[in-house]
């Protein structure tokens, strides 16, 4: 015999998941604690939604707010969906679905990991060095406007605009359709792409504002002499130097795990000592 499904009455509308969207959006990171970290801002996002689907009864209303109450902290516009996905849940719950606590916080702590991941690469490691690519050299030459201004308003609405979609593609599709991405091989195409992508935009950074080199030269026999720079290290690889210095804070920041203010320090005293040697300068 056949079954079919019944489809759960929906009790509420798209405002209220577009301003559960906002509240996430502006509020995610505004009470961070180390026990439960984004909860506050989970809680402070639901709190209308479940005040429309438990308004009415105090328990649930209660269990409501301690189940969302407990650890959570992801990437917010790509870990965005794991929330409407709840949202979704809760809604099918209050509609008499058997959704319990445990379903809906393993849901939460399955996904907020992998799509913090997502997230951090493609923002830190991909689109903020691609907008930092065409904007710092404006920035460099003093104007404004087309630098930190673009940068930060053209960071804002890419942003903004797809942890949208994502937002109300994870209420609309449910976690079926998260799932299948995490399954698919195209997530991994992408991450690979974007990673690739963002470590050529970060050499061609480090490349073009990273300028070092060395007025070392090398007498040799009569008048002539060899210098260091353009005769031994550009020969070798261009801008071997600046690259040096680019690889060196990378391992600093990442294997030894320095912080970047005394990463900054480090850089600061190494290149005071330095020039004051005559061993290196800075190339502009």
């Known amino acids: ?11 509420l509308s798209k405002k209220d998941v577009v301003k559960a969207f906002w509240r996430w959006t502006f509020f995610s990171h505004a009470n961070y604690n180390y026990e439960r970290l984004q909860a506050t801002g989970v809680v402070h996002a639901f709190s209308p939604i479940l005040k429309k689907l438990y308004g009415k009864d105090e328990d649930e209303m209660k269990a409501a707010l301690d189940r969302h109450m407990q650890f959570f ?14 949202i979704a849940m809760e809604e099918e719950r209050a509609s008499g679905a058997e959704i319990n606590d445990q379903t809906i916080n393993g849901l939460k702590t399955g ?22 690519s065409f904007t710092l050299p404006f920035g460099a030459q003093g104007n404004i406007i087309m630098g930190p201004v673009l940068f930060f308003a053209l960071h804002w609405i890419i942003m903004t605009v797809l942890a949208y979609f994502l937002w109300i593609q994870g ?5 079926e359709g998260i799932q299948k991405l995490m399954a698919g091989g195209r997530l991994s195409y992408i991450m690979t792409l974007s990673q690739t992508l963002g470590a050529i935009v970060i050499g061609s950074l480090a490349a073009n504002f990273v300028k070092l080199a060395t007025p070392l030269q090398v ?5 002539e002499s060899l210098s260091i720079q353009t005769d031994v290290l550009d020969s070798l690889v261009k801008g071997i130097l600046p690259l040096g210095v680019t690889l060196l804070t990378y391992y600093l920041l990442k294997v030894k795990k320095y912080t970047p203010t005394k990463v900054l320090v480090i850089q600061i005293i190494g290149g005071a000592i330095l020039a004051a040697l005559g061993l290196v300068v800075n190339s502009l």
């Open 111 to 132: 996904l907020m990991g992998p799509l913090a991941g997502i997230g951090d690469t493609l923002w830190q490691g991909t689109l903020i060095p691609i907008l930092l």
């Open 219 to 223: 007498h040799l026999s009569g008048k």
């Open 1 to 11: 015999m056949e079954q079919t499904t019944v489809e759960q009455p929906k009790l």
């Open 171 to 175: 209420y609309e599709q449910g976690k």
């Open 73 to 86: 902290n992801t990437e917010p516009s790509f870990g965005g969906p794991v929330l409407s996905m709840v």
